[in-house]
């Protein structure tokens, strides 16, 4: 498995993380978003129940908890047409 993350603060500890996923971590050139492919794609998947523009304030926990969950059980040709949440259940990390 491997992570791909951009230079955010958000990332400080990615080595605890791949550590604990057992996973290979890179990092983007800033700016250049297509070296994230999957990210940028799931961010189109967001669009289609959060349309860019949105305000923010007018999005419901229960509107968060419905994307939510259609998107991590909707197949994916990346994950050979599985779901991400079958494929957690498959390839849970043993910490």
């Known amino acids: 498995h491997t992570l791909t993350m951009d ?3 958000e990332f400080a500890q990615h080595k605890r993380v791949a550590k604990a996923l057992l996973a290979k971590v890179y990092f983007a050139h800033p700016y250049c978003a297509w070296e994230r492919g999957a990210n940028e794609n799931t961010n189109g998947l967001l669009r289609q129940y959060f349309p860019k523009g949105t305000n923010v304030k ?3 926990q229960a509107n968060i908890r419905r994307a939510e969950n259609r998107l991590n059980n909707r197949p994916r040709k990346s994950l050979e047409f599985r779901s991400p949440n079958e494929v957690f259940k498959l390839d849970k990390p043993k910490y």
């Open 58 to 60: 007018t999005i419901t």
């Open 7 to 9: 230079n955010g603060n």
